[in-house]
C-alpha cells in the first residue's frame, strides 16, 4: 500500500531483469500476448472476449490483471428517511480503475503474500482504492464503502469475483480468457501478465488494450458531447420529421 | 437482436424496445394520452439510466405530439394564443427542471425525485380519474344524460394581465395559463413526460377551456416543451439518446396507429376506468419500491465535477 507507482514498477524492473529464479539465469523466461488489442463497440457490439496467452519458462505461477481507465467514483449509502429509502452518506475514491480483472494459475493466498498482492494489484480485495476526504467516517465505515463499490462493480460485470482460472498447455504455453461485457467502459486498459515463484514476482509484462467505440456510435457520442447544442437540435429535427412523416404514412392508409 | 446505445452506453435487445414502443403507443392511441407517464418508469425497469431514460423520452414525445398538433390543428382545434401563453410558462418551467435535474443529479438525489414525482402525480391523479370515470359509468348505466360540465368563476381568472382567448371564448388573466405552462414545463424536464393527464383536466377544469380545443392545444405546448427539454438535456446533462429515441417513435408510431382504431371501439368511461388502473398500477410499483428495502444500500455514480 505504502509504494507508489514509480517506486513500484522501479521493483518490477529489478525483479524482472535481475532475479531471475530457478537453476540457470535466461534472457527471458516470460513472453505473453493478447489475441486483440483493440476492443470495437459498434452497433451490434454484445460484449466480447479477449485471449490472454503465452510462455513461461520458469515453471512458476501465473497472473493476469486487466485494469481499464480510471476515474473518481462516488459511492452512496441508502438510510430510512420518513419510512423511504433515501441517499444520505457518500464516499468519494480516487481513480478507480472502471473495470478490474484478475486471472491466475491458483488461489492468488496461496500464490503470494497480501502484501505482494497489493503492492503488485492483484485481486480484487488487494485493490489500492484510495478514500476522498474521509472525515467523519468511522474505519469500518470505509471499509464497508469499500466493499461496497467492488460488490456493486462485480454485479455489473465489470470486476471479477473469483481468479479466472488460467490453463497450461503442455509445459510452457499457458492461455486465459479474459470477458468484457457489454457495458465495458471504453478507454485504455492496462494488462499485466506476472509470472511468481516463492511468493515473489520473477517476471512481468505489460501491454495496453484499447476499448473503442467505432464508427456510428463512436460518431453519435463525439457529436453529443462535442456539439451538444448542435446535437440537441438534430435530435429535434429528427424527432419532428418522425412524427410529420409518421402523418402523413397513416393518413393515406 | 442487441442494439448498443451510445449515450446510454449498453446494449438492449432492439425488438424490446420496438415492443415497448409499440405497446405505449397502442395505450396512447387507445386513450388519446402521450404515454410518457408509462414510458419514462418502464425504460428506468428495463436498466436504462433514469437521466437518460428522461432526455431521450423527451424527444419521443416530441414526435408523437408533434404528430397530433398537425392533426388537430387541421380540424381547426388547436387554440394558438392560449397555446402559446403555455408555451412562454413552459419554456421558463422547463429551464428551471433542467437546472433543478442537474442539481438533484449531482447532490444523489435525482432518481428519488423522479419516483416521488411519479408516485405523487399519478397518485393523484389516478384516483381522480377512476372516481370521476365510475361515477359517469355508473350514471351512464341509470340513463341519465351528465355532460352539464360548465364554466365556473375562479379567483385565478381574475389575476392581472388579462387577456381574450377567442378560440376557447375566454377573458382571463395570462398568468393562469403562463403558471400552468411553467408547471407543466418542470414536470417534462424532471419526469420525462408530456405532462397531458395534469395539463389536460387542469385545462377544463382550472382554465375553463371548452373540451374540443384543449388536446389540441395540449399538444401544441407539449412539442414545443419537448422540443426545449430534449435541447437543454443535450447541452447540459448529455443524456439523449438518439438512437433509443428512434427506436422508440418507431414503436410507438405503429402501436399508436393500432390503438386509435382500437380505442373507436371501447366506450369512454370504460377507458378512462382501465386507463385509471393502469396510471395507479405504475404508481403503486413505483412506490413500493421507494419504502422498500433496496437490495443493496449503495449505489456508484461517476464523480462529474
Redesign the interface.
Known amino acids: 500500500m505504502s509504494a507508489g507507482r514509480l517506486p513500484r514498477l522501479i521493483v518490477l524492473l529489478a525483479l524482472a531483469t535481475v532475479l531471475p529464479h530457478g537453476d540457470a539465469p535466461r534472457a527471458q523466461s516470460l513472453v505473453a500476448d493478447l489475441s486483440h488489442h483493440l476492443i470495437a463497440i459498434t452497433t451490434a457490439f454484445v460484449g466480447t472476449q479477449v485471449v490472454a496467452f503465452g510462455v513461461a519458462e520458469g515453471g512458476g505461477d501465473i497472473v493476469v490483471t486487466v485494469q481499464g481507465p480510471r476515474e473518481d467514483v462516488i459511492v452512496r449509502r441508502k438510510f430510512r428517511v420518513a419510512g423511504i429509502w433515501v441517499n444520505r452518506e457518500r464516499l468519494a475514491f480516487r481513480r478507480v480503475p472502471a473495470y478490474y480483472v484478475v486471472a491466475s494459475t491458483g488461489p492468488l493466498e496461496q500464490i503470494a503474500r497480501p502484501d505482494v498482492l497489493a503492492q503488485l494489484d492483484i485481486g480484487t480485495e488487494y485493490l489500492d482504492l484510495e478514500p476522498i476526504d474521509a472525515s467523519g467516517l468511522e474505519i469500518s465505515e470505509i471499509a464497508s464503502f469499500k466493499e461496497a463499490l467492488v460488490r456493486r462493480k462485480q454485479e455489473l460485470g465489470l470486476y471479477s469475483r473469483e481468479p479466472i482460472p488460467i490453463n497450461f498447455v503442455g509445459e510452457e504455453l499457458f492461455r486465459t480468457t479474459l470477458k468484457f461485457p457489454a457495458n465495458v467502459p471504453p478507454g485504455i486498459y492496462q494488462v499485466q501478465v506476472f509470472e511468481l515463484q516463492d511468493g515473489f514476482a520473477t517476471d512481468a509484462q505489460r501491454s495496453t488494450l484499447i476499448v473503442s467505440k467505432v464508427g456510428l456510435e463512436a460518431d453519435i457520442y463525439d457529436f453529443a458531447q462535442q456539439r451538444a447544442s448542435l446535437y440537441g437540435l438534430m435530435a429535434i429535427a429528427l424527432a419532428i420529421v418522425s412524427g410529420w412523416l409518421a402523418g402523413v404514412i397513416f393518413r393515406r392508409g | 437482436?442487441?442494439?448498443?446505445l451510445?449515450?446510454a452506453?449498453?446494449?438492449v435487445n432492439l425488438f424490446l424496445l420496438l415492443g415497448l414502443g409499440g405497446a405505449v403507443g397502442f395505450l396512447s392511441g387507445v386513450f388519446g394520452v402521450g404515454g410518457g407517464f408509462l414510458m419514462t418508469p418502464l425504460l428506468i425497469f428495463i436498466g436504462i439510466p433514469p437521466a437518460v431514460a428522461v432526455g431521450s423520452e423527451a424527444?419521443?414525445i416530441?414526435?408523437?405530439?408533434?404528430?397530433g398538433t398537425?392533426?388537430h390543428s387541421r380540424r381547426g382545434n388547436v387554440d394558438f394564443r392560449m397555446g402559446a401563453v403555455l408555451v412562454a410558462g413552459g419554456f421558463l418551467g422547463s429551464a428551471f427542471g433542467v437546472w433543478l435535474f442537474a442539481q438533484l443529479r449531482q447532490m444523489?438525489?435525482i432518481d428519488?425525485a423522479i419516483s416521488?414525482a411519479y408516485v405523487v402525480f399519478l397518485g393523484t391523479v389516478g384516483v381522480l380519474m377512476l372516481v370521476e370515470s365510475v361515477q359517469a359509468w355508473f350514471r351512464m348505466r341509470a340513463r341519465r344524460d351528465t355532460f352539464t360540465r360548465r364554466h365556473r368563476h375562479l379567483w385565478l381568472h381574475g389575476l392581472p394581465f388579462k387577456m381574450r382567448f377567442h378560440r376557447s371564448r375566454l377573458y382571463i388573466s395570462a398568468l393562469m395559463p403562463l403558471g400552468l405552462g411553467f408547471f407543466a414545463g418542470i414536470l417534462a424536464s424532471i419526469m420525462g413526460v408530456g405532462g397531458g393527464f395534469l395539463m389536460v383536466p387542469a385545462m377544463i377544469y382550472l382554465i375553463g377551456m371548452p373540451t374540443a380545443v384543449v388536446v389540441g392545444t395540449s399538444l401544441f405546448q407539449i412539442s414545443f416543451v419537448t422540443?426545449v427539454t430534449?435541447?437543454?438535456?443535450?447541452?447540459n446533462n448529455?443524456t439523449?439518446d438518439?438512437?433509443l429515441?428512434?427506436a422508440l417513435?418507431?414503436g410507438g408510431?405503429i402501436g399508436?396507429?393500432f390503438g386509435s382504431s382500437a380505442g373507436a371501439h371501447l366506450r369512454g368511461e370504460q377507458l378512462r376506468i382501465l386507463l385509471a388502473l393502469i396510471v395507479l398500477a405504475v404508481c403503486v410499483k413505483l412506490g413500493y419500491d421507494?419504502?422498500?428495502?433496496?437490495d443493496?444500500?449503495?449505489?456508484?455514480?461517476?464523480?462529474s465535477h
Open positions: 437482436m442487441d442494439i448498443y451510445p449515450i452506453e449498453m446494449s424527444s419521443q416530441l414526435a408523437s405530439s408533434f404528430s398537425i392533426a444523489g438525489q428519488l416521488l422540443a430534449t435541447l437543454l438535456h443535450a447541452v448529455y439523449v438518439v438512437v429515441a428512434l417513435i418507431v408510431v399508436a396507429q421507494l419504502v422498500a428495502r433496496p443493496d444500500l449503495y449505489s456508484l455514480a461517476p464523480m
